[in-house]
């Protein structure tokens, strides 16, 4: 991960435009899906969402936020490389654990549950 400390400045306004641009995209791809319902088939419409989008975020991605987007994306793939995955048994085997202990912490609840439950009928007929 990166230590060195920054300070935000606040968006130039270039970044503003951007951003500003990308809330258009978004909302004009949304836009076009409603208008164009009578004239477009649904899938040609989702399209034109999905395009909007892309664009959205590919003007986005030129922005200073945009950058620092991408460096952590960057920086979790490289720690996701060192990550020590299960192996398939011990993944098989944990499973059985956890299904178990909710097993048993729901009986234990329940239990509880029929236990509040008859005192607090044995007060209300007092």
């Not at 995955?85 to 059985?96: F, K, V």
């Not at 008859?118 to 209300?124: K, M, Y």
Request: hydrophobic share 55%; aromatic share 12%; glycine share 4%.
């Amino acid at each position: 991960m990166n230590s060195r400390v920054e300070q935000s400045k606040g968006a130039s306004s270039t970044d503003l435009a951007k951003y500003a641009a990308a809330i258009v995209l978004v909302v004009a791809g949304v836009f076009a899906f409603y208008w164009f319902q009578a004239q477009l088939a649904t899938p040609v419409r989702s399209i034109i969402v999905a395009l909007c989008v892309v664009g959205a975020t590919a003007v986005f991605l030129t922005t200073d936020k945009g950058h620092k987007t991408r460096d952590f994306f960057s920086e979790t793939r490289f720690e996701m490389r060192k990550v020590v995955w299960p192996t398939r048994q011990e993944a098989i085997r944990l499973t059985w654990i956890v299904i178990i202990a909710v097993a048993i912490i729901s009986l234990i609840l329940a239990g509880f549950d029929q236990i509040i439950q008859w005192l607090i009928r044995l007060v209300l007929r007092q």
